[in-house]
């Protein structure tokens, strides 16, 4: 069986599944994959790859991309949509209020998560050609390399649309990546608490908090970050869905080691302890400088980001996270390939 023909098999067969079963598959997988890109580590491509729904994610949306639309296609496809947009919506406020009280723990489990997902990709290399190890070592140096001119303060606010719109498009490149988290390279960039807290006062504003009512400039405001976001993330997923394809289908080990680089070098971006600290005055945030007066306003999620020496109980708790978030991943990874 040629490459094209084994990327394309599982989701060609005609009749084997009912369109009602690939709905609810399709709900599960998109569940799993929203939650999976508010988690730097997990990769959204790994959740569909988990439920088997995967190739018909990747051809449905390389079809609907071209023109070509199919009543099962676009029901399996807005069923994965749905799913994801919902728990992202609701898991959005946990997982930023998570990262930035508690930062060292969350990276800690992150990493463990990233590396969970390199032995799918070995897998899928063996036996590893001389072009994979060449393109496993470009991919490391793209992480480190981006990890190292991480600009400070990058989350700079709702203006920074360029960035955001970057951010969104390489977040859904990683949602359909097997092993490569999205959440991740949002970290990275330095847009993760940023678009997340964004998504929250959305959906604030929209539904009225606890004690809080709905507010309209709240939804503004937030569509600041949402929009260019959300038109990157339609751009990742149409572009990278068929490139990615493409390359799967003419140079399948090497895509493969330049995905496995990408995911080792991701742990250099995540040295798990960091904590925030109250801004100085003087300082400049979100393009405001600080001075003693709003002082006391800046929210924690905005503060600067320093290294600490941690106690001997911490690295004990962080290898431990590290190991438990790695057995995750493992465990979703074998639940798929069953």
Not at 34 to 39: E, F, H, P, T
Not at 53 to 68: D, K, L, N, S
Not at 81 to 94: E, K, N, S
Not at 254 to 260: D, K
Request: net charge neutral; charged share 10%.
């Amino acid at each position: 069986m040629t490459e094209r023909q084994s990327a394309t098999s599982t989701a060609a067969e005609p009749g084997i599944e009912s369109l009602p079963g690939l709905i609810l598959r399709g709900g599960v997988g998109g569940t799993l994959m929203g939650l999976a890109n508010l988690v730097p580590g997990i990769s959204g491509g790994t959740m569909l790859l988990a439920v088997g729904i995967y190739p018909r994610v990747i051809e449905g949306v390389a079809e609907v991309t071209t023109f070509r639309f199919r009543a099962r296609t676009l029901a399996v496809l807005g069923s994965v949509l749905v799913a994801a947009v919902v728990a992202i919506a609701l898991g959005a406020g946990l997982l930023k209020d998570l990262v930035v009280e508690h930062r060292w723990v969350m990276y800690s489990l992150f990493i463990g998560l990233t590396l969970g997902g390199g032995p799918i990709l070995l897998r899928m290399l063996r036996p590893m050609l001389p072009g994979a190890w060449l393109a496993a070592s470009a991919g490391v140096a793209v992480m480190v390399c981006t990890a190292l001119v991480k600009p400070e303060g990058s989350d700079a606010g709702p203006q920074n649309y360029a960035m955001l719109f970057l951010a969104g498009t390489l977040g859904a490149a990683a949602m359909i990546l097997p092993g490569v988290s999205g959440g991740y390279l949002l970290l990275v960039l330095g847009q993760y608490v940023t678009i997340l807290a964004a998504i929250d006062q959305f959906k604030t504003g929209l539904l009225g908090g606890e004690g809080a009512q709905r507010d309209l400039d709240l939804v503004l405001r937030s569509m600041h970050v949402i929009v260019p976001v959300g038109v990157g993330v339609v751009t990742g997923v149409a572009v990278v869905s068929n490139l990615v394809r493409f390359f799967l289908r003419r140079f399948e080990k090497a895509t493969l080691g330049f995905l496995l680089g990408l995911l080792l070098g991701a742990v250099f971006g995540l040295w798990p302890f960091q904590k925030g600290v109250p801004p100085q005055v003087g300082a400049t945030i979100k393009g405001q400088v600080v001075t003693q007066e709003n002082l006391a306003s800046i929210p924690s999620e905005d503060w600067p980001v320093e290294f600490f020496t941690p106690a001997a109980l911490q690295v004990l708790t962080s290898v431990g996270l590290i190991a438990a978030g790695f057995a995750v991943t493992l465990g979703v990874a074998r639940l798929g390939r069953e």
